[in-house]
């Protein structure tokens, strides 16, 4: 199946926009943070995990720990991260990682904020973090590859990078990530 590349690219200039200045900091100290998240540049699999189960996760490849800094006090995330040097940083919330291994930090992402009962699975896009509307066959048939206008009928779609999404083989191996995080999270 041909990947269509064009629906996960974020241009650069989107994401300059998006880069909030770093004056603000003060201004939202204190603020609860509603178990929104933003993961630097090496935890991608843990941001894709945490998407998968339905979690708002910020996660760019380009962000410089400023950028990731400024980001999580304006959007009021935690900031996820393996370098406890900034768990030092008072103006933001941390939650630092000591395994290397992706889904052992999904586990405790899970259990330190308590997320086991708010799983929304396949609500959210993995490439951009947009919500996923259902989306009408005849809307984006044009757009379907023949394998999949053939086998399916129910639709989503990222409503921020348009990727199309469907009930396909991707689909249950998520399926059976987020039952075995689910299982994990609750035998600990
Ligand atoms: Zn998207």
Redesign the pocket.
């Given at each position: 199946m041909k990947k269509r590349k064009s629906?996960l690219k974020v241009t650069r200039k989107q994401r300059k926009n998006e880069r909030p200045e770093i004056k603000n900091f003060a201004e939202t100290i204190g603020v609860k943070s509603d178990n929104k998240f933003i993961a630097d540049v090496h935890l991608g699999k843990l941001a894709k995990g945490l998407r998968m189960a339905g979690f708002d996760v910020f996660y760019q490849t380009d962000c410089t720990n400023n950028e990731l800094k400024t980001i999580a006090v304006q959007q009021n995330r935690v900031l996820l991260s393996r370098n406890a040097a900034f768990a030092k940083e008072a103006v933001i919330k941390t939650f630092i990682l000591q395994s290397e291994d992706w889904f052992v930090q999904l586990q405790q992402v899970v259990e330190k904020f308590e997320l086991r009962e708010r799983f929304e699975p396949f609500t959210r896009?993995l490439?951009?973090?947009?919500v996923l509307q259902s989306v009408s066959k005849e809307e984006i048939e044009p757009q379907l590859e023949e394998n999949t206008r053939n086998y399916y009928n129910e639709f989503w779609q990222?409503c921020?990078?348009?990727?199309i999404y469907w009930k396909g083989s991707h689909y249950e191996r998520m399926k059976k990530l987020i039952s075995e995080l689910k299982r994990s999270t609750e035998e600990k």
């Amino acid at each position: 199946m041909k990947k269509r590349k064009s629906y996960l690219k974020v241009t650069r200039k989107q994401r300059k926009n998006e880069r909030p200045e770093i004056k603000n900091f003060a201004e939202t100290i204190g603020v609860k943070s509603d178990n929104k998240f933003i993961a630097d540049v090496h935890l991608g699999k843990l941001a894709k995990g945490l998407r998968m189960a339905g979690f708002d996760v910020f996660y760019q490849t380009d962000c410089t720990n400023n950028e990731l800094k400024t980001i999580a006090v304006q959007q009021n995330r935690v900031l996820l991260s393996r370098n406890a040097a900034f768990a030092k940083e008072a103006v933001i919330k941390t939650f630092i990682l000591q395994s290397e291994d992706w889904f052992v930090q999904l586990q405790q992402v899970v259990e330190k904020f308590e997320l086991r009962e708010r799983f929304e699975p396949f609500t959210r896009c993995l490439a951009c973090n947009g919500v996923l509307q259902s989306v009408s066959k005849e809307e984006i048939e044009p757009q379907l590859e023949e394998n999949t206008r053939n086998y399916y009928n129910e639709f989503w779609q990222c409503c921020n990078c348009k990727r199309i999404y469907w009930k396909g083989s991707h689909y249950e191996r998520m399926k059976k990530l987020i039952s075995e995080l689910k299982r994990s999270t609750e035998e600990k």
